[in-house]
């Protein structure tokens, strides 16, 4: 081989190596188009799951499948959908990337890998700010319905005001308040105005989250009850004490559910984080499988 074709090839390395160099490791076109894969996998497997959940359940009494059921499975189906979706996206990268030459085989692999963990990366972006946007939405569309039942609320107040009293039906405590002034035949006393004053005086003996009437409170609130009913003094206190003891237990299992709920919500919020790393893991693992196809043939 002479002198001049050695340095031609010389010179044709060179530049191409040069060229490699300049060019970028990513290839942001087939990062996009396995995530778009990905979110379409998403919404086909999300509508399907839908549709197979809302088969399971019944607005009959004993038909179809339990609350419990239903939510267990929907989070199994959350935790699919974010594999399936991860896996072809990430294997779609990987085999759409342009192939490299002259490059360490574990250079390529971790160039695979890294597509597969963009691809993903991208997909739970824009399915987080479509999420955001959609939820947005229906906060504003809530507030909207909120300031228009708040406007009637306080046309409504208003025109109450004129008469010099204020209802208090939306209380949570007036029921229990009702059960104290329950007669068939009321002796005397205003209802309205004892009402009223009973959910005051409920709200001013608040003790760490329960109602603990002060005995001057207990006495004045059962000769109110006496007053109003025509039952005895020591019956009256009785009716008091149970009025309380039962917006307690109310309150109390209230209390029980949020903490349930809030228990549920913190639940969902590690397995979705955890199989969102999974699902991250498996976008890498699908877009190497995808790479080495891709230079396999």
Same mark, same amino acid.
């Given at each position: 081989?002479?002198?001049?074709?050695?340095?031609?090839?010389?010179?044709?390395?060179?530049?191409?190596?040069?060229?490699?160099?300049?060019?970028?490791?990513?290839?942001?076109?087939?990062?996009?188009?396995?995530?778009?894969?990905?979110?379409?996998?998403?919404?086909?497997?999300?509508?399907?799951?839908?549709?197979?959940?809302?088969?399971?359940?019944?607005? !009959?009494?004993?038909?179809?499948?339990?609350?419990?059921?239903?939510?267990?499975?929907?989070?199994? !189906?959350?935790?699919?959908?974010? !594999?399936?979706?991860?896996?072809?996206?990430?294997?779609?990268?990987?085999?759409?990337?342009?192939?490299?030459?002259?490059?360490?085989?574990?250079?390529?692999?971790?160039?695979?890998?890294?597509?597969?963990?963009?691809? !993903? &990366?991208?997909?739970?972006?824009?399915?987080?700010?479509?999420?955001? &946007?959609?939820?947005?939405?229906?906060?504003?569309?809530?507030?909207?319905?909120?300031?228009?039942?708040?406007?009637?609320?306080? &046309?409504?107040?208003?025109?109450?005001?004129?008469?010099?009293?204020?209802?208090?039906?939306?209380?949570?405590?007036?029921?229990?308040?009702?059960?104290?002034?329950?007669?068939?035949?009321?002796?005397?006393?205003?209802?309205?105005?004892?009402?009223?004053?009973?959910i005051r005086i409920f709200g001013r003996s608040v003790q760490d989250?329960?109602?603990?009437?002060?005995?001057?409170?207990?006495?004045?609130l059962a000769q109110m009850v006496a007053a109003r009913t025509g039952?005895?003094?020591?019956?009256?206190?009785?009716?008091?004490?149970?009025?309380?003891?039962?917006?307690n237990d109310a309150q109390q299992k209230v209390r029980e559910a949020?903490?349930?709920?809030?228990?549920?919500?913190?639940?969902?919020?590690?397995?979705?984080?955890?199989?969102?790393?999974?699902?991250?893991?498996?976008? &890498?693992?699908?877009?190497?499988?995808?790479?080495?196809?891709?230079?396999?043939?």
């Open positions: 081989m002479s002198s001049t074709s050695i340095r031609v090839e010389r010179d044709q390395f060179a530049n191409a190596d040069s060229q490699e160099v300049a060019a970028s490791a990513v290839s942001w076109a087939a990062v996009i188009a396995g995530a778009i894969a990905a979110l379409a996998a998403t919404v086909i497997l999300l509508t399907l799951g839908s549709g197979i959940g809302l088969s399971m359940v019944s607005p !009959w009494y004993g038909a179809g499948a339990s609350a419990a059921t239903v939510g267990v499975w929907a989070v199994i !189906w959350l935790v699919v959908v974010q !594999w399936l979706s991860s896996g072809l996206g990430g294997f779609l990268a990987g085999r759409l990337r342009t192939k490299w030459v002259r490059i360490h085989t574990h250079e390529v692999f971790f160039r695979d890998t890294a597509h597969g963990f963009l691809a !993903w &990366s991208v997909a739970s972006v824009a399915g987080a700010l479509i999420f955001a &946007s959609v939820t947005a939405s229906t906060v504003g569309d809530v507030a909207k319905g909120t300031a228009s039942v708040a406007a009637a609320g306080a &046309s409504g107040a208003a025109q109450a005001g004129m008469s010099g009293r204020a209802e208090s039906t939306n209380d949570p405590r007036a029921y229990f308040v009702d059960t104290m002034f329950r007669s068939p035949t009321a002796t005397g006393g205003d209802k309205n105005e004892s009402r009223e004053e009973t989250g329960q109602v603990v009437l002060s005995p001057p409170d207990r006495t004045y039952i005895s003094q020591p019956d009256a206190e009785q009716r008091v004490d149970g009025a309380v003891k039962d917006l949020a903490d349930a709920a809030r228990k549920r919500v913190a639940q969902l919020s590690i397995v979705t984080a955890l199989s969102m790393l999974i699902g991250a893991f498996i976008a &890498s693992a699908a877009a190497a499988i995808g790479g080495g196809i891709r230079d396999e043939y």
